[in-house]
Protein backbone atom coordinates (compact mmCIF):
# COMPACT_ATOMS: atom_id res chain seq x y z
CA UNK A 1 0.00 0.00 0.00
CA UNK A 2 1.40 3.69 -1.03
CA UNK A 3 2.08 6.20 1.90
CA UNK A 4 1.23 9.50 2.04
CA UNK A 5 4.44 12.04 3.01
CA UNK A 6 4.18 15.60 4.14
CA UNK A 7 6.85 16.60 3.21
CA UNK A 8 9.14 19.45 5.18
CA UNK A 9 12.05 20.62 3.21
CA UNK A 10 15.14 21.65 4.87
CA UNK A 11 17.40 23.04 2.32
CA UNK A 12 20.82 22.36 2.37
CA UNK A 13 20.46 21.95 6.14
CA UNK A 14 23.64 19.56 7.57
CA UNK A 15 25.10 19.12 4.53
CA UNK A 16 28.91 19.46 5.01
CA UNK A 17 29.70 19.54 1.31
CA UNK A 18 28.43 21.24 -1.57
CA UNK A 19 28.02 18.69 -4.50
CA UNK A 20 28.55 19.97 -7.73
CA UNK A 21 24.49 19.59 -8.65
CA UNK A 22 22.95 20.62 -6.04
CA UNK A 23 20.45 23.62 -5.54
CA UNK A 24 18.10 22.70 -2.85
CA UNK A 25 16.82 25.88 -3.28
CA UNK A 26 15.29 26.01 -6.15
CA UNK A 27 14.04 22.48 -6.14
CA UNK A 28 12.50 22.91 -2.96
CA UNK A 29 11.08 26.18 -3.36
CA UNK A 30 12.15 27.60 0.17
CA UNK A 31 14.94 29.47 0.85
CA UNK A 32 16.33 28.92 4.37
CA UNK A 33 15.52 26.32 6.87
CA UNK A 34 12.34 26.54 8.85
CA UNK A 35 12.08 27.47 12.69
CA UNK A 36 10.57 24.30 14.73
CA UNK A 37 7.92 26.60 15.27
CA UNK A 38 7.33 26.98 11.60
CA UNK A 39 7.40 23.55 11.32
CA UNK A 40 4.57 22.76 13.98
CA UNK A 41 2.84 25.25 12.21
CA UNK A 42 2.75 24.14 8.85
CA UNK A 43 2.68 20.31 9.78
CA UNK A 44 -0.85 21.19 11.78
CA UNK A 45 -2.42 23.47 8.95
CA UNK A 46 -1.47 19.99 6.68
CA UNK A 47 -3.10 17.97 9.32
CA UNK A 48 -6.32 19.78 9.65
CA UNK A 49 -7.33 20.55 6.20
CA UNK A 50 -6.34 18.46 3.92
CA UNK A 51 -7.43 14.89 3.25
CA UNK A 52 -5.01 11.81 4.82
CA UNK A 53 -5.41 8.72 5.91
CA UNK A 54 -3.33 8.54 9.33
CA UNK A 55 -2.20 5.77 9.43
CA UNK A 56 -1.07 5.31 5.78
CA UNK A 57 0.87 9.34 6.44
CA UNK A 58 4.31 10.22 7.30
CA UNK A 59 5.94 13.60 8.37
CA UNK A 60 8.77 13.43 6.00
CA UNK A 61 12.34 15.71 6.52
CA UNK A 62 14.05 15.87 2.76
CA UNK A 63 16.12 18.15 1.32
CA UNK A 64 19.02 18.25 3.78
CA UNK A 65 20.83 15.38 5.67
CA UNK A 66 18.89 15.11 9.23
CA UNK A 67 21.36 13.55 11.21
CA UNK A 68 24.23 15.72 10.11
CA UNK A 69 21.71 18.77 11.61
CA UNK A 70 22.68 20.81 15.14
CA UNK A 71 21.64 18.08 17.37
CA UNK A 72 18.99 20.34 19.62
CA UNK A 73 18.08 20.90 16.15
CA UNK A 74 16.90 17.60 15.50
CA UNK A 75 15.86 16.62 18.43
CA UNK A 76 12.97 19.92 18.00
CA UNK A 77 12.01 18.35 14.83
CA UNK A 78 11.32 14.89 16.07
CA UNK A 79 9.56 16.02 18.99
CA UNK A 80 6.93 17.95 17.27
CA UNK A 81 6.76 14.76 14.56
CA UNK A 82 6.58 12.45 18.05
CA UNK A 83 3.59 14.73 19.47
CA UNK A 84 1.70 14.63 15.93
CA UNK A 85 1.83 11.15 15.45
CA UNK A 86 0.46 10.44 19.17
CA UNK A 87 -2.35 13.16 18.33
CA UNK A 88 -3.35 12.36 14.67
CA UNK A 89 -2.39 8.37 15.24
CA UNK A 90 0.03 8.57 12.26
CA UNK A 91 1.85 6.08 10.71
CA UNK A 92 5.49 7.73 11.73
CA UNK A 93 8.49 9.56 11.04
CA UNK A 94 10.83 9.27 7.45
CA UNK A 95 13.51 11.13 6.84
CA UNK A 96 16.79 11.34 4.72
CA UNK A 97 20.46 11.83 5.17
CA UNK A 98 23.85 11.10 3.58
CA UNK A 99 25.19 7.63 3.88
CA UNK A 100 28.12 9.27 6.46
CA UNK A 101 25.83 10.85 8.51
CA UNK A 102 24.69 7.23 10.08
CA UNK A 103 26.15 5.45 12.84
CA UNK A 104 24.92 2.90 15.62
CA UNK A 105 24.98 6.44 18.25
CA UNK A 106 22.55 7.94 15.41
CA UNK A 107 20.67 5.08 14.93
CA UNK A 108 19.88 4.58 18.62
CA UNK A 109 19.04 8.33 18.66
CA UNK A 110 16.56 7.78 16.10
CA UNK A 111 14.95 5.05 17.67
CA UNK A 112 13.79 7.27 20.62
CA UNK A 113 10.84 8.91 18.03
CA UNK A 114 9.00 6.75 15.78
CA UNK A 115 11.09 6.71 13.01
CA UNK A 116 9.81 4.23 10.31
CA UNK A 117 11.62 4.87 7.52
CA UNK A 118 15.48 6.25 6.77
CA UNK A 119 16.39 7.12 2.98
CA UNK A 120 19.98 7.58 2.01
CA UNK A 121 21.03 9.89 -0.39
CA UNK A 122 23.68 7.20 -1.94
CA UNK A 123 23.25 8.81 -5.85
CA UNK A 124 26.00 6.43 -6.94
CA UNK A 125 28.11 3.50 -6.10
CA UNK A 126 31.06 4.16 -8.06
CA UNK A 127 34.16 5.45 -6.63
CA UNK A 128 35.28 8.22 -9.62
CA UNK A 129 31.59 9.40 -9.94
CA UNK A 130 31.66 10.19 -6.24
CA UNK A 131 34.76 11.75 -5.96
CA UNK A 132 34.01 13.91 -9.22
CA UNK A 133 30.90 15.12 -8.05
CA UNK A 134 32.32 15.97 -4.89
CA UNK A 135 29.58 13.96 -2.83
CA UNK A 136 32.56 13.32 -0.16
CA UNK A 137 31.44 9.46 0.78
CA UNK A 138 31.97 6.33 -0.64
CA UNK A 139 30.09 3.75 -1.33
CA UNK A 140 30.94 1.68 1.31
CA UNK A 141 29.60 4.35 3.19
CA UNK A 142 26.34 2.84 1.76
CA UNK A 143 26.33 -0.56 2.21
CA UNK A 144 27.49 -0.01 6.24
CA UNK A 145 24.83 2.23 6.62
CA UNK A 146 22.06 0.81 4.81
CA UNK A 147 23.05 -2.87 7.38
CA UNK A 148 22.85 -0.44 10.22
CA UNK A 149 19.16 0.66 8.96
CA UNK A 150 18.01 -3.15 7.97
CA UNK A 151 19.50 -4.36 11.63
CA UNK A 152 17.37 -2.44 13.47
CA UNK A 153 14.11 -3.30 11.24
CA UNK A 154 13.63 0.29 10.17
CA UNK A 155 12.16 1.13 6.28
CA UNK A 156 15.38 1.59 4.14
CA UNK A 157 15.20 4.14 1.01
CA UNK A 158 18.09 4.46 -1.19
CA UNK A 159 18.27 7.20 -3.87
CA UNK A 160 20.31 7.30 -7.21
CA UNK A 161 20.94 9.74 -9.77
CA UNK A 162 20.83 8.93 -13.34
CA UNK A 163 24.04 11.33 -15.43
CA UNK A 164 26.01 12.38 -13.16
CA UNK A 165 29.33 14.05 -14.23
CA UNK A 166 31.44 10.86 -15.19
CA UNK A 167 28.51 8.71 -15.45
CA UNK A 168 28.05 6.47 -18.21
CA UNK A 169 25.39 3.76 -19.04
CA UNK A 170 27.65 0.71 -17.51
CA UNK A 171 28.08 3.38 -14.18
CA UNK A 172 24.42 4.06 -13.73
CA UNK A 173 23.58 0.30 -13.78
CA UNK A 174 26.74 -0.50 -12.02
CA UNK A 175 24.66 1.41 -9.28
CA UNK A 176 21.38 0.07 -9.89
CA UNK A 177 21.95 -3.27 -9.26
CA UNK A 178 24.52 -2.10 -6.05
CA UNK A 179 21.82 -0.24 -4.71
CA UNK A 180 19.34 -3.79 -5.56
CA UNK A 181 21.36 -6.01 -3.59
CA UNK A 182 21.61 -3.87 -0.48
CA UNK A 183 17.68 -5.22 -0.19
CA UNK A 184 15.99 -1.79 -0.08
CA UNK A 185 12.30 -1.11 0.02
CA UNK A 186 11.94 1.63 -1.48
CA UNK A 187 14.09 3.45 -4.46
CA UNK A 188 14.36 7.17 -5.70
CA UNK A 189 15.46 7.72 -9.34
CA UNK A 190 16.45 11.46 -9.56
CA UNK A 191 17.93 12.10 -13.14
CA UNK A 192 20.57 14.62 -13.84
CA UNK A 193 18.93 18.27 -13.87
CA UNK A 194 21.15 20.85 -14.52
CA UNK A 195 20.37 24.26 -12.64
CA UNK A 196 21.51 27.96 -13.26
CA UNK A 197 24.10 28.74 -10.33
CA UNK A 198 25.27 25.72 -9.45
CA UNK A 199 28.87 24.43 -10.00
CA UNK A 200 27.44 21.84 -12.79
CA UNK A 201 26.41 24.53 -14.43
CA UNK A 202 29.57 26.40 -14.60
CA UNK A 203 31.64 23.11 -16.01
CA UNK A 204 28.64 22.39 -18.45
CA UNK A 205 29.06 25.94 -20.01
CA UNK A 206 32.90 25.57 -20.65
CA UNK A 207 32.10 22.17 -22.22
CA UNK A 208 33.13 19.83 -19.50
CA UNK A 209 29.98 18.30 -18.61
CA UNK A 210 28.63 15.76 -20.95
CA UNK A 211 25.07 15.25 -20.66
CA UNK A 212 22.73 12.59 -21.54
CA UNK A 213 20.11 13.25 -24.26
CA UNK A 214 16.34 13.77 -22.69
CA UNK A 215 16.00 10.44 -25.05
CA UNK A 216 19.45 9.03 -23.47
CA UNK A 217 18.06 9.37 -20.13
CA UNK A 218 14.48 8.19 -20.63
CA UNK A 219 15.54 4.88 -22.22
CA UNK A 220 18.21 3.91 -19.03
CA UNK A 221 15.16 5.21 -16.41
CA UNK A 222 12.94 3.12 -18.47
CA UNK A 223 14.96 0.03 -18.13
CA UNK A 224 15.74 1.06 -13.98
CA UNK A 225 12.33 1.22 -13.39
CA UNK A 226 11.70 -2.17 -14.83
CA UNK A 227 14.74 -3.77 -13.05
CA UNK A 228 13.66 -2.62 -9.84
CA UNK A 229 10.32 -3.84 -10.23
CA UNK A 230 11.62 -7.04 -10.96
CA UNK A 231 13.38 -7.20 -7.80
CA UNK A 232 10.38 -6.14 -6.08
CA UNK A 233 12.22 -2.56 -4.99
CA UNK A 234 9.24 -0.17 -4.95
CA UNK A 235 10.46 3.14 -6.97
CA UNK A 236 8.65 5.92 -5.00
CA UNK A 237 9.74 8.61 -7.20
CA UNK A 238 11.11 8.56 -10.86
CA UNK A 239 12.14 12.64 -11.93
CA UNK A 240 12.84 16.05 -10.36
CA UNK A 241 9.38 17.00 -9.06
CA UNK A 242 8.11 19.86 -11.43
CA UNK A 243 7.96 23.43 -10.24
CA UNK A 244 8.11 26.96 -11.38
CA UNK A 245 11.27 27.51 -9.17
CA UNK A 246 12.73 24.48 -11.10
CA UNK A 247 11.83 25.57 -14.53
CA UNK A 248 13.21 29.12 -13.59
CA UNK A 249 16.59 28.02 -12.87
CA UNK A 250 16.57 25.13 -15.33
CA UNK A 251 19.69 25.11 -17.98
CA UNK A 252 19.96 21.45 -19.27
CA UNK A 253 19.27 17.91 -18.82
CA UNK A 254 16.92 15.20 -17.85
CA UNK A 255 13.72 17.29 -16.95
CA UNK A 256 10.17 16.61 -18.35
CA UNK A 257 7.08 17.47 -16.45
CA UNK A 258 6.17 13.96 -16.59
CA UNK A 259 9.17 12.30 -16.72
CA UNK A 260 8.21 9.31 -15.25
CA UNK A 261 5.05 8.86 -17.12
CA UNK A 262 7.48 8.96 -20.20
CA UNK A 263 9.30 6.25 -19.13
CA UNK A 264 6.26 3.97 -18.13
CA UNK A 265 5.15 4.80 -21.85
CA UNK A 266 8.68 3.29 -23.07
CA UNK A 267 8.04 0.10 -21.68
Known sequence: MSCHNIPVFLPHAGCPHRC?????????????????????????????????????????????????????????????????????????????????????????????YPVQAVELGAQSMNHRVLEQNRRGHTAA?????????????????????????????????????????????????????????????????KGKYPIFSLEEGIQLCAGLLAFFEERQIRVIKLGLHASKEVEGQYAVGLYHPAFRELCESRL
Open 20 to 112: LFCDQHSISGTVRTPSPEEVRAYLEECLAHYPHDPVQTEIAFFGGSFTCMDLDYQRALLDIGRGLVSQYGLKGIRLSTRPDGISPEIIRHLLE
Open 141 to 205: DTVRAAGLIRQVGLELGLQMMVGLLGDTGETVWETARALADLQPDTVRIYPMVILRDTPAFALWE
